[in-house]
């Protein structure tokens, strides 16, 4: 019976352990739970973001921006929901390691289908994905028709992957890329391989 029976849930479930079997058997299930109310507020432990993930995959899919609030009568933690979501949308798209397995792929198809597109990746990182400067042949021929200024700003490129991007303007102040940067791990040396790449393939 339900723990809340003394306060007048209804609710009980008969069991047997079968030998036969070498496990539980449940034989009957009576009532319905009267004392769900009270907990709507409440998370449970055993609602862990795997079995959330599991059962929103298929509405995450189409609607990626939902929000997860109650949840199977509970509320689980605002951290619990957002490791949920990720985790669903990983079982849906792959997580970042697989997305940027598939990267050089990817840039070859860039700068085959859009000429004058710049990869460029030191040897040692060509295929891990570590460091990689890109520019699209547009946005570098475009600069010859811009502002001669180069504003480099990594706000926008934050997480585990993070970087750099260098944009300029035209005579309305309207902001144009020029090209852009990622990398695991922010140091000299990245800066310094972002902006030789940046002198190369983007002239005055």
Request: no cysteine.
């Given at each position: 019976m339900c723990k809340s029976h003394e306060n007048g849930c209804t609710w009980s479930l008969g069991a047997c352990n079968s030998k036969r079997h070498k496990k539980w058997i449940i034989k009957s299930i009576k009532g319905h739970h009267t004392c769900l109310a009270p907990m709507l507020r409440q998370d449970h432990q055993q609602l862990d973001k795997h079995i959330i993930a599991q059962i929103i995959q298929s509405t995450v899919k189409t609607n990626p921006t939902m929000s997860i609030k109650t949840f199977m009568n509970y509320t689980p933690s605002y951290k619990k929901t957002w490791l949920a979501k990720?985790?669903?949308?990983?079982?849906?798209?792959?997580?970042?390691?697989?997305?940027?397995?598939?990267?050089?792929?990817?840039?070859?198809?860039?700068?085959?289908?859009?000429?004058?597109?710049v990869v460029a990746a030191p040897t040692e990182f060509m295929f891990e994905g570590e460091k990689l400067y890109l520019a699209f042949g547009p946005c570098i021929n475009g600069f010859a028709y811009w502002k001669p200024i180069v504003q480099v700003d990594g706000t926008w490129l934050y997480g585990k992957y993070t970087g750099m991007i260098a944009t300029s303007q035209d005579g309305a102040n309207h902001i144009f890329p020029n090209c852009l940067h990622h990398c695991t791990r922010g140091n000299n040396f990245s800066v310094r391989f972002f902006l030789k790449n940046l002198r190369r393939h983007v002239p005055p």
């Open positions: 990720q985790r669903a949308l990983e079982m849906i798209h792959g997580n970042r390691e697989e997305s940027y397995a598939k990267q050089p792929k990817l840039l070859g198809a860039l700068q085959s289908y859009v000429p004058g597109t």
